[in-house]
């Protein structure tokens, strides 16, 4: 059984403040006398579920087209986040016995306004903290996911990415875990294939 856990990439959907907003229009219409239905997209790279290339932080970073694709792809384990934790921090992960080469995906309360569609941005969203990544690093996972727009906290800094990404983990963004229970599952994880990117919307599923 698969599960797509991929938000809908919609007209004025949820965005980060400083993005692109998302603009959909159809430019050709069977209805209005056109050969075929075609239509026009507008956004940010890091638009719904989307993967961050280490180049989003990392100047000399590799893009998305050159992620592996074996990080992309296997064993992952869903851990649920209780309401009350505001930040995923090494206090938090330390009973989990995480292991080298694991893929770790986080589901908190953000999948209720992720599942909800909920187009208004929330500033107090559950991010991993910058000791939480550095734990992570050190234990040598090779991927982390969140189900909100960004995995570190708003406006506090930058230091959860440049950690994660400057050690090659895989960041995935957006995603939406909300009917998901915790446990483990094989992760298929694939960004849209642009040259050089620093991030890309990506289709998402888990296989119980």
Not at 107 to 131: C, E, G, M, P, Q
């Amino acid at each position: 059984m698969f599960i797509d856990i991929s938000m809908d990439i919609e007209d004025g959907m949820l965005h980060w403040p400083s993005d692109p907003g998302v603009t959909i229009t159809q430019f050709s219409s069977i209805k209005n006398g056109d050969s075929s239905n075609n239509s026009k997209i507008t956004c940010g790279v890091h638009t719904g579920t989307h993967i961050d290339a280490p180049r989003h932080f990392i100047e000399d970073g590799v893009g998305i087209d050159k992620l592996k694709l074996d990080a992309l792809i296997g064993r992952c384990r869903v851990i649920e986040v209780d309401s009350s934790i505001k930040a995923i921090s090494k206090e938090f992960l330390l009973p989990y016995n995480i292991k080298s080469g694991e893929r770790l995906l986080f589901k908190t309360r953000n999948s209720l306004w992720i599942n909800n569609k909920d187009a208004n941005f929330h500033d107090d969203y559950v991010y991993v903290s910058a000791d939480g990544a550095k734990f992570l690093v050190e234990r040598g996972i090779i991927l982390v996911g969140v189900d909100y727009l960004s995995v570190e906290g708003y406006h506090i800094g930058h230091d959860t990415h440049k950690v994660l990404l400057g050690s090659n983990i895989v960041v995935i963004e957006g995603l939406n875990l909300f009917d998901v229970a915790p446990g483990d599952y094989k992760l298929i994880a694939l960004p849209v294939k642009i040259k050089n990117s620093n991030g890309a919307p990506s289709r998402v599923l888990l296989e119980k």
